[in-house]
């Protein structure tokens, strides 16, 4: 009998699939591997239980076949997760200190992908104010924005677990952030269930680049299933690999700059250097800030010198 399921993991080629009466250990069929598509955490997955499958499969403890991938909303590769509704970008006010850059082309990459961007700005404790400024310049950008210190975890999760909505949900961050911090704070089951986490690589004890999504609804008091990814190695360079945008389409990652998108002087405006343009005016009376639109010409300009045939290369490896 064909029923839909999600997946919450894969170990030695058997995947945990989610359905409403159990949770069911899976083989996918091998026309995946020759289509070149990969089921992955996060996947919304057709599977049927009676079909049949090889006896090194039954033996293996498999009881179902995964037929077919649904509709995904979004995929990533690296690390590899499906359907991410909800990022939290994990940044701290110092030590180290942020980089604005990278946390704006991950804000655009999620933005593009349909990803809904919380920045959570950690170790609040050691710069107030800049925390406050940072929080200020996001949430003009259309964003929501937190400032936390270790010192509060109660305040810490009155705080972010509202925030939390959708299905699936993860955490990325550089190391060094605090990242894991917060993830212990959040979801203390979590290093339980992987062991502790080292706070200079961002992994626990396990080794595996494979995507675990973990049921939060208890915690938010939700009947309906919640997940958060436990996505070892995910850090702001792993989205170099996603970032498959074309130039023309960058201004639109910008949350705030869509209100004054197709009002500037010149209908092929970049946005960067025209005259009349109507962003460059927003910033220089302080309703963009500075330092996102200096970020949205270095990405430009990245986008620029990026090549229509390695966009597409890319594309095709999603």
Known sequence: MKEEGRILSLSGGLYTVRTEKDDLLCYARGAFRRDGTSPVAGDRVLIDREEALQKKEMEAGARG???????????LIRPPLANLDTLFLVSAVRDPDPSL????????????????????FTKKELDPQRAEELCRVYRGAGFEAFAVTRLEEEETRRLLYPAIRGTVCALAGASGVGKSTLINTLFPFLSAQTGSVSEKTGRGRHTTRQSTLYDISHLLGKTEPVYVADTPGFSLLDFDRFFF?????????FPEFEEHLGKCRYTKCTHRTEDGCRILESVENGTVAKSRHESYVSLYGELDRTKAWERDKKRTRR
């Open 101 to 120: 850059l990278s946390i704006d082309k991950l804000c655009a990459i999620a933005h593009h992908n349909d990803i809904r961007v919380i920045l959570v």
């Open 245 to 253: 945008m074309d130039k023309e389409d960058l201004p639109f990652a």
């Open 65 to 75: 076949l995964i037929l077919e991938v649904l509709e995904r909303k979004n995929v």
